[in-house]
């Protein structure tokens, strides 16, 4: 069986530093807090979440007995092999396999980290992408030198 993209977690429970899905994007928690019961018996939970492939900003209440979805979060490094004149890029396993279905970002916010990554590779280092993947999106997000280069 393949496993769930999220899991259910109780609001109460959820803590700065983590994540949680906001209007459907996967958010790092970067504010969290408790408003007392109010005449209605529940407590209060107000998130503040950074989306982590955008960094946009995403706010939500809710009581803190209800639950909320928690994304699998994922960070995975391979070695690039090659950059196609596309901008996808052939990523290197651990097992030896090749990875060829993620493109260097081309959103506006990343086109400093797309250059970069490019210009080292074609400076001829050897270097590890960082793929972030969550709710089915994977995206290259850091980059560094290989140590054995």
């Given at each position: ?28 928690i ?22 982590i ?6 706010e ?10 928690v994304?699998?979060?994922?960070k ?42 490019r210009?080292e ?29």
């Amino acid at each position: 069986a393949g496993s769930s993209l999220t899991v259910p977690c109780q609001a109460g429970s959820l803590k700065k530093g983590g994540y949680v899905v906001i209007d459907g994007h996967a958010c790092r928690i970067v504010d969290f807090d408790t408003m007392k019961t109010g005449k209605h018996g529940h407590a209060k939970a107000v998130i503040v979440g950074q989306d982590i492939f955008t960094e946009k900003r995403y706010e939500d209440s809710c009581p803190t007995s209800h639950n909320l979805d928690v994304p699998q979060v994922s960070k995975k490094e391979y070695s690039l092999i090659d950059i196609a004149s596309d901008g996808y890029v052939t990523l290197l396993n651990d097992d030896g396999s090749t990875k060829e279905d993620i493109a260097l970002p081309k959103e506006a916010y990343l086109a400093d980290l797309s250059a970069k990554i490019r210009a080292e590779f074609t400076a001829g280092k050897e270097l590890l992408v960082t793929v972030v993947s969550a709710l089915g999106i994977e995206k290259i997000l850091s980059f560094r030198e290989s140590k054995n280069s």
